[in-house]
């Protein structure tokens, strides 16, 4: 049999008196352990390549926050209303940087941060019936949310050193009625802090194979006894850091290099060329074979900027079994290379 692994690459006065119509704050709505607040903490630093990111790509999603609300009729409001999502709140948006944009995911679409709109929930409290009309105070519902933050590119330019300020503790929504937004700490505000954590660097992570594809040629089945490697052959790989684009300068960072593949695998570490092919290939830094590369298990290379580093694998053909198909055959592996 003849076989192949291909390797891909993957910003005067006047008094005037005036009788105006005054807005309703009918509601409260708090969370279920009775809080007015969250906090969403980005955490660990996020780096991308800001001459790779393009508008309206999202550099960072939160996990979905499962939120319980209850909103109460505290100032006579009877007939009930509707809760919303009010972006925004404390009108912070103008201080986000121009080359990032923040938002909420709900219900499946992306809601940007923007003064004075609001995103539909439900019912926030609902007519207390009584002898045919609604009475005072409203019935308070309870309602589950789910819902996500993200951070996208706004494919405007990132300035030279590309820092977000540490100190940007931004309100996203505040959980409030039709009315608009009720003042004080009353109502539920979600906010999101850590931005400094966004890193869009000024340097690319590249990589290059060679050869891109590996030969195993003929073998025999006669060979074939479980657990016995019939062929080893060898291959490079260098990861570099191209200098490119503007953001925070690049010096010796953290890549993180991960093998994955489309075909079957057994036991996280064997590329089957099919699912009773009797035979599978492995990947490894050692000539030996051991350890194994796992498949979608990230390997950190440390490269400094405007260098490359070059690594040696091997690749081998495992037997599985005694009696293994025979015939040509194939196998894909990629490697993606991306920032820590």
Known sequence: MKGYLHLGRCLTALLIMMIMPQTVYALTCEASNSAVSE?????????????EIKANQKIWVSSV??????CRDTDSHPQGEMAYFWLDPKKQAGTIPSFISIGVTYNGIDYPLENGKK???????ICNRVAGKCVSPATPQTFNLDYQVYIKATGKAVPAGGVIKDNLN??????????????????????ITGLSKINLMACVPTIAITPDKIDFGSMTSFNASPGRVEKKLGFNIAYGLQIKGTGVTCTTENLLATFSTTNQLQDKTIILPASDSGFGIILSNN?????????????????????????AYTAGVLWLSAKPKTGNFSATATVTVTFQ
């Open 119 to 125: 995103v539909e929930l439900g019912p926030a409290t």
């Open 39 to 51: 906090t969403v903490n980005i955490g660990q630093v996020i780096k991308a390549s800001s001459s």
């Open 65 to 70: 926050i499962n939120a319980t609300f209850t």
């Open 287 to 311: 000539v030996t074979l051991e350890p194994r590369i796992e498949m979608n298990a990230p390997q950190v290379v440390t490269v400094t900027a405007g260098n490359t580093i070059n690594k």
């Open 170 to 191: 931004l309100s996203l929504f505040q959980v409030d009625g039709e009315g608009g937004l009720r003042g004080g700490d009353t109502n539920f505000n979600l906010f």
